[in-house]
């Protein structure tokens, strides 16, 4: 891999510090972890002068409970995460989300607002650059047409966070820093249908913190599919939150990762509350999943199989949901 | 630009002037020396490049020197003592868990954080914490039994 170009690393000690630098230098970029941006960095996908280090911004990694709600800064790694004993017991799907990213020795590193932000992803794209060279390169960086939808003005890179989805599921929000102060905004609009420009985020915003609200009786899970059980970013990821009254559905909350350019939050699914969780439930989910995603060919694994394969996910997941709920 | 860079390596402390971009695995081998940490993929995506950083496993392909400012930092290098190889080293040896020997620096200390985490780790939970380091010579039984023997603590001659 190529060497990293030269750029500068400021180590500020406070969120308000490193957005004051944000604004003061417009070319730079945030580091959390580096997991994501310093592989990019060094194939040439991503480039910059300065880097802005979150390491010493300790308020980032801090988790707090009040109420029912979890307030977890950007800056927690994805090891304490899913080792969090609130996490596990009252937001699963979010636990096991972490649980999912890359392997160990990444997640000891990795943060949340780094999987959140992650760079959208393409198998033209995460390539070397004669790779990308040879093949003219694509719309994403240097080309001028997207490869997997040759005749689209816009790029389908995927997104492939896998902590976004479960934080869909789970109705989470997030907090924006700015020179103007904090701005929160549910999850969902943090994310732009555009495999370029996948974040609604300020040019001089930091993601800062998320807060999930921590529901009673709400039971909730991740299933991922990919090439190999660890390091792989998700070929298909589903997240379900769901609640139960006796034998009807009480709510049942949906999102997909790894099969557009943002994380997709499953609309139509309101109807089925008070509904049993019977074949013509499994086929609502079915047929709201397949609606809301878009696989394209950013993986080297099909799209009718992704394209399938999504729904499957789903549907195991919320049958495995409505016995645990059953047995709380 | 290189600026001074302050950290414990190995149990030293070390102040020395280091390049913003320089990445943990350049300072390790190319500043002092430190070769048995290995440049693997160079992309995590293989875990050879497996140190630990206050006792956690990272990846120093993966981590820009100047973020592990102020922190303590250990490689392979650090496990033996006084020319004795460490516990999990020996294991390795006796176990048959090196065959090449690419991987296995990156094997050992991504073992030695789980054992020092969990002295008695169960068979899933070895796979669990080496799911990021791969063996290109795919000896990963032998690997698994070298982690459990050093857990076990069965006698392994010196």
Redesign the interface.
């Known amino acids: 891999m190529a060497a990293l170009s030269e750029f500068r690393v400021l180590r500020p000690a406070s969120a308000v510090d490193a957005v004051r630098l944000r604004g003061e230098h417009p070319a730079s970029r945030f580091i959390a972890g580096g997991t994501d941006l310093v592989p990019n960095l060094r194939r040439g996908l991503v480039s910059t002068d300065i880097v802005i280090d979150l390491g010493n911004v300790g308020e980032m990694r801090e988790v707090q409970r009040s109420g029912d709600t979890l307030r977890l800064g950007a800056g927690v790694t994805l090891a304490t995460l899913a080792a969090d004993p609130t996490v596990r017991a009252s937001l699963p799907a979010l636990a096991q989300a972490a649980l999912c990213v890359a392997g160990p020795t990444h997640r000891t590193a990795a943060t949340l607002g780094g999987n959140l932000c992650l760079e959208t992803r393409c198998q033209y794209f995460n390539q070397s650059e004669s790779w990308r060279q040879g093949n003219n390169y694509c719309m994403k960086l240097a080309g001028d047409t997207c490869r997997v939808a040759p005749k689209s003005s816009r790029c389908y890179a995927a997104f492939s966070g896998d902590v976004a989805p479960a934080l869909l599921a789970l109705g989470a929000e997030v907090e924006l820093l700015g020179p103007q102060g904090i701005r929160r905004l549910p999850l969902a609009e943090l994310y732009v249908d555009d495999g370029m420009r996948w974040l609604a985020l300020g040019a001089d915003e930091l993601l800062f913190a998320v807060t999930v609200p921590l529901v009673a009786g709400r039971v909730s899970g991740y299933e991922k599919l990919r090439m190999r059980g660890a390091i792989d970013f998700p070929l298909a990821g589903v997240a379900a939150a769901l609640t139960r009254d006796g034998e009807a559905i009480g709510e049942l909350r949906i999102a997909c990762t790894g099969v557009s350019s943002r994380p997709e939050f499953v609309g139509g699914l309101d109807a089925l509350a008070g509904q049993p969780l019977d074949a013509a439930a499994f086929a609502t989910i079915e047929r709201q999943i397949k609606r809301t995603i878009q696989p394209m060919e950013t993986t080297t694994v099909s799209v009718p199989y992704r394209r399938r394969a999504t729904p499957v996910l789903a549907k195991r997941l919320v049958g495995r949901l409505w016995d645990e709920a059953k047995r709380r | 630009?290189k600026t001074l860079l302050t950290l414990s390596v190995n149990g030293r402390p070390r102040e020395d002037a280091v390049?913003?971009?320089?990445?943990l695995i350049d300072y390790l081998r190319d500043t002092l020396g430190l070769t048995g940490t290995k440049q693997g993929c160079?992309?995590?995506?293989c875990?050879a490049c497996?140190v630990l950083?206050d006792g956690?496993?990272?990846?120093a392909?993966?981590?820009?020197a100047?973020?592990v400012?102020e922190r303590s930092i250990e490689t392979i290098e650090g496990l033996s003592h006084e020319g004795n190889l460490s516990r999990l080293q020996r294991a390795f040896h006796e176990h048959l868990g090196s065959q090449c020997g690419f991987c296995t620096p990156g094997m050992v200390m991504?073992a030695e954080a789980l054992l020092r985490r969990n002295p008695q780790p169960s068979r899933d939970e070895i796979r669990?914490?080496l799911?990021?380091?791969l063996c290109r010579c795919t000896g990963y039984v032998k690997i698994i039994e070298s982690v459990e023997a050093a857990a076990c603590g069965s006698e392994v001659p010196a």
């Open positions: 630009m390049a913003g971009n320089a990445l160079d992309g995590g995506e875990g497996t950083v956690e496993p990272r990846l392909c993966c981590t820009l100047h973020s400012a991504a669990e914490a799911a990021g380091n």
